[in-house]
């Protein structure tokens, strides 16, 4: 069926206000990852979901960063009192089985956050 | 923990052919490749498993040597559609995630 699909593309907001990032997985996916990619830098590791819950929240970067996934499917990244360094694109990423070894990731094209 | 690609960029003349390797630093069971062109989101490539090679898209192979932790790919007859920044993805944390390479630039020209 369709790809990822992540919403907004775009979102422009000012610093210390609050913003929510969402990400439609492929229907079935039962694995869901967020990354961030600061401009013209590699893919930062934020968290992974296996159903609804999340294992590994490991690279999240403070406690002003949240995630949440229900019903196995839609996941949402909240960023709580933005900073200007919080700006980057935020990429989501589906794969069928749970184990990233040997499941291609398919990633959204991602949310690109400008913090002012 | 973070994989080490080289080159960490190149630029190639339409037919050259190019190689782009990644090293980590702790024992490797699986690598994954992907390509991701300017502005857009990343796209799978190839995975390559415990002692395997796999052939797959395009023009592009890979080799995956898990006792030098080492995983090169192979970019024959290169295309302009094969511009982009080039990363390989290693499992970590069990298994369970994909730590990206620090990527590879790559500019096919005329």
């Known amino acids: 069926g369709a790809g990822v699909s992540q919403s907004p593309s775009n979102k422009v907001t000012e610093k210390g206000k609050d913003v929510e990032l969402r990400c439609d997985p492929i229907?079935?996916?039962?694995?869901l990852y967020w990354y961030r990619q600061s401009l013209g830098q590699g893919l930062e590791f934020l968290i992974y979901?296996?159903?609804?819950?999340?294992?590994?929240k490991s690279g999240l970067p403070s406690d002003r960063f949240s995630a949440e996934r229900t019903g196995g499917s839609v996941s949402t990244l909240t960023i709580q009192r933005t900073q200007q360094e919080d700006s980057a694109v935020y990429l989501c990423?589906?794969?069928?089985?749970?184990?990233?070894?040997?499941?291609?990731?398919?990633f959204g094209n991602g949310t690109r956050l400008t913090v002012t | 923990q973070q994989p080490v690609q080289s080159p960490q960029a190149v630029i190639l003349r339409e037919g050259e052919d190019a190689v782009i390797n990644c090293s980590s630093s702790?024992?490797?069971?699986?690598v994954h490749w992907y390509r991701q062109k300017h502005g857009e989101a990343p796209v799978f490539l190839m995975i390559?498993?415990?002692?395997?090679e796999q052939k797959g898209h395009e023009k592009i192979s890979a080799s995956f040597n898990e006792k030098k932790q080492q995983s090169s790919l192979y970019l024959t007859a290169s295309q302009l559609s094969y511009s982009g920044t080039y990363f390989c993805?290693?499992?970590?944390?069990?298994?369970?995630?994909?730590?990206f390479g620090t990527g590879t630039q790559l500019k096919v020209e005329l």
């Open positions: 229907s079935g996916h039962t694995a």
């Open positions: 990423a589906s794969s069928r089985p749970y184990r990233a070894e040997n499941s291609p990731l398919h």
């Open positions: 979901f296996q159903g609804n819950s999340a294992p590994d």
């Open positions: 702790k024992a490797l069971y699986s």
């Open positions: 993805g290693t499992p970590t944390g069990g298994g369970n995630k994909l730590t």
């Open positions: 390559l498993l415990k002692g395997g």
